[in-house]
């Protein structure tokens, strides 16, 4: 009894650092290829761009910042394929030099010798989740004000049309036109909400900065108590419950890459409640979920063509899983339009490229195991 413990034990502890291993090499090669990835982003974008940074007469300083803060959004956009072609070249490696043949003929099933890659797909597809709904809306708005700092969008003249802002107690001010030297609006809504609810609505002909609140002139005052509404007229009101100021006009709404998944949500909750068109949004909300989820789909079927000992060449490898992530972005970019413009379902939309790749995936790993 003793012997087969010991044994037992052994075993257990040589599969861990075999599964060490395998997950080593391919946390490697994944690494590898999202910095080549990365690189090769930088410079396209670098050459697409630096006659705008001349012309507008950019500082080195705002550059660098301008790069620091996009990087964040290409590492999830390069995510599918670094994952893809990382699993390919890291499985290739090891059938090319009989590894992944060593371990079947000491028994290993395929699914024994994939478990640290479905752990490794797993464990990223959970971190670009977080990555995505924590890091990347806050580097895309950063991203976003340097552009603006760099064209000089807001300094050009002091009026804007159409103004959309929300502040940070969730109400949001919608003006037809705004003047920021005279910091004064017109025709103005203002909506306030409480638990996602619409409880106040004030529409007002103009709305002027008397620091340090708003002042709304001639227009109604909207409470919403249940299905009761109560209306009052006024001449003059001081906006209550807004800690917006001038400045935050110049800043319009947050775009959906711009927001958590929290605030989207949200967003559209109250869109609805407005009767606005959110359609969009809603395919959005439900990308922030599929595409992350996308990479443990990518990194699995990347294992799975590298390990075919049919295709150990490195070359047929790279050319493969080029052309599979061709047609990954391709389906993503697709379903978005179909979805954005009614002809799919929001969630359909986003997550129909993930299921066509589960088929994938399955395919390919069933004609590996014949």
Request: with cysteine; aromatic share 14%; glycine share 6%.
């Amino acid at each position: 009894m003793d012997t087969t413990e010991t044994f037992s034990y052994k075993f257990r502890i040589k599969m861990y650092i075999l599964h060490q291993y395998i997950a080593r090499r391919l946390i490697v090669s994944l690494t590898l290829t999202t910095f080549t990835f990365l690189l090769i982003t930088l410079v396209i974008d670098l050459a697409e761009n630096l006659d705008t940074f001349i012309d507008f007469e950019a500082t080195l300083y705002l550059i660098i910042l301008y790069y620091i803060y996009r990087i964040p959004y290409w590492l999830i956009l390069i995510l599918p394929i670094s994952c893809l072609l990382g699993s390919i070249f890291a499985l290739t490696s090891l059938t090319r030099h009989n590894e992944i043949a060593a371990m079947k003929i000491i028994g290993l099933s395929t699914n024994h010798i994939f478990m640290p890659v479905f752990c490794c797909g797993l464990t990223i597809s959970g971190l670009a989740f977080i990555f995505t709904d924590y890091i990347v809306p806050k580097a895309t708005l950063q991203h976003n004000d340097i552009n603006n700092q760099i064209m000089a969008q807001q300094s050009n003249t002091g009026s804007q049309r159409h103004v959309l802002v929300q502040g940070s107690q969730g109400e949001i001010i919608f003006a037809r036109n705004y003047d920021a030297k005279k910091e004064f609006a017109k025709d103005i809504s203002i909506e306030f909400f409480t638990n996602s609810a619409l409880s106040q609505r004030i529409v007002a002909k103009n709305l002027f900065w008397r620091e340090p609140h708003w002042i709304a002139v001639d227009g109604c005052h909207y409470t919403f108590r249940g299905k009761t509404q109560i209306t009052t007229m006024f001449d003059t009101l001081t906006i209550p419950h807004s800690e917006l100021t001038p400045v935050d006009f110049n800043r319009q709404i947050k775009l959906p890459e711009e927001m958590t998944y929290s605030e989207l949500k949200s967003y559209i909750y109250r869109g609805k409640a407005r009767g606005e068109d959110v359609i969009r949004h809603r395919v959005d909300l439900h990308l922030k979920i599929a595409v992350p989820f996308a990479a443990l789909i990518i990194v699995i079927l990347g294992a799975t063509i590298g390990a075919n000992t049919d295709r150990a060449s490195i070359s047929n490898s790279f050319g493969l899983g080029i052309l599979i992530c061709f047609g990954f972005y391709s389906c993503l970019k697709t379903g978005q339009a179909f979805g954005w413009n009614g002809v799919l379902s929001p969630w359909f939309s986003a997550w129909f490229t993930n299921a066509l790749f589960v088929c994938l995936t399955l395919c390919v790993f069933w004609r590996t195991n014949k």
